[in-house]
């Protein structure tokens, strides 16, 4: 029997996540200049991914900061860096406050699930979404002393919330 020699992705250290953020701003930059849209990136690192967010004193960043175009703009971006840089990507993109404004959404998501579970049920499940979204699904009811588990595949990966 054969046995096949995988490499074991590591981590990202600080200096290639900082990469990876300058590589998806330069990407961003283009297409804000090919939209003629004004916009100030700023770049982070948090809990091992980079972030990127774009931000305007004015409205003209509305346009983009629908969820569904935060996740489109993402994904190409998370392209472009691999592109660049050979190496996979799980940067996260803000658009105009888009992810704040998601959380907001996902909070009341788990707050009508519970509200299920307070009515007697023993388990309530959520939509699918992305991992990005799962994953604060997952905070949001960790904080709230609950219990979630991630099901399915792919698109259709949702989160089932329960009582401890």
């Known amino acids: 029997m054969a046995v096949e020699n995988v490499a074991e992705r590591s981590e990202p250290s600080l200096d290639e996540l900082e990469h990876e953020g300058d590589v998806a701003a330069d990407f ?3 297409l804000l200049d090919i939209a003629d849209i004004d916009g100030d990136l700023n770049l982070d690192v948090r809990q091992g991914r980079a972030y990127v967010s774009v931000e305007s ?3 003209s960043l ?3 900061a629908d969820p569904d175009t935060v996740q489109a703009l993402q994904e190409i971006t998370r392209l472009a860096v691999q592109s660049k840089t050979g190496a996979f990507s799980r940067l996260i ?3 105009g406050g888009s992810r704040d404004a998601r959380r907001r959404q996902l909070e009341k998501l788990v707050d009508a699930a519970v509200a299920k579970l307070d009515e007697g049920a023993s388990q309530a499940s959520l939509p699918s979404m992305s ?7 997952h905070d949001i009811v960790a904080d709230r002393n ?3 588990e991630s099901y399915g595949e792919g ?5 089932v919330i329960r009582r401890r």
């Open 28 to 30: 961003i930059e283009g």
């Open 57 to 59: 004193e004015d409205s």
């Open 62 to 64: 509305s346009v983009l």
């Open 93 to 95: 993109l803000d658009v």
């Open 131 to 137: 991992s990005y979204e799962r994953k604060l699904v």
């Open 146 to 148: 609950l219990v979630s």
């Open 155 to 159: 698109a259709d990966r949702h989160t």
